[in-house]
């Protein structure tokens, strides 16, 4: 079946460690998202990629990387200058056909915790 | 930039009708989309309102006003499944998807 698939599920990271997120998908979409969610907060864009080996800086980028090597893949680092990483991530595509813009589809999520 | 408002939290009982609204002001706006998102999973897909007027899609509805820009949700025949956020999420040509704050709506018995 179609999807995105985001890895780990759960991860513990202890203060001053890199740890990067994984976000794959098979929908043979151009677009790929970032976003970050806190407790009771609507979600929060960190970076987008429209095309393979290009990305833009969303509303919260910093602290963040991210690359786009390929199709299917969108990985995000969530670095140590982040000073508060504690939430919730997920990751989205989308298709783009002409000026159409397609819907998101998003993976079930990563939730990261800062120990 | 963008700047979409909703309101924070509603609450309404099981079997009323319900109006979710949104305001936003974006440049090169190219549709709305509503989504639902339940406690801890990610948000899914309610509907895309491109032209001004009413999509209806079974108890779920949709208007868009592109020269107000203003948007509503409106969900009928409520039920106790139907407590969740819901995001309104205006696209542009950029494609660059923001999200409003989204509303936490309580359905009570």
């Known amino acids: 079946d179609g999807g995105i698939t985001q890895s780990p599920k759960y991860l513990f990271r202890k203060e001053g460690q890199n740890v990067t997120l994984s976000c794959e998908q098979n929908?043979?979409?151009?677009?790929m998202y970032w976003y970050r969610q806190d407790p009771g907060q609507g979600l929060r864009l960190i970076y987008y990629?429209?095309?393979?080996?290009?990305?833009q800086k969303g509303d919260i980028a910093e602290g963040y990387s991210v690359s786009r090597e390929k199709k299917e893949s969108f990985p995000l680092t969530v670095t140590s200058a982040q000073k508060n990483p504690t939430a919730f991530y997920l990751c989205?595509?989308?298709?783009?056909?002409?000026?159409?813009?397609?819907?998101?589809?998003f993976g079930e999520g990563s939730r990261l915790t800062v120990l | 930039g963008q700047n979409i408002d909703q309101p924070t939290e509603m609450t309404a009982t099981e079997g009323a009708i319900v109006q979710i609204n949104c305001t936003y002001q974006?440049?090169?706006?190219?549709?709305l989309f509503w989504y639902q998102q339940h406690a801890g999973e990610a948000p899914t897909f309610l509907s895309y309102?491109?032209?001004?007027g009413l999509e209806e899609k079974g108890r779920f509805s949709s208007f868009l006003s592109r020269s107000k820009g203003y948007s509503y949700l409106l969900l009928k025949e409520l039920q106790m499944k139907d407590s969740a956020s819901y995001l309104c999420?205006?696209?542009?040509?950029?494609?660059?998807?923001?999200f409003g704050p989204g509303t936490r709506l309580s359905v009570l018995p």
């Open positions: 989205a595509s989308s298709t783009r056909t002409g000026s159409n813009t397609g819907e998101l589809f």
């Open positions: 929908l043979n979409h151009d677009a």
């Open positions: 990629s429209q095309i393979v080996n290009d990305f």
């Open positions: 974006t440049s090169g706006f190219n549709g």
């Open positions: 309102n491109v032209l001004d």
């Open positions: 999420a205006p696209a542009n040509y950029g494609q660059n998807f923001v």
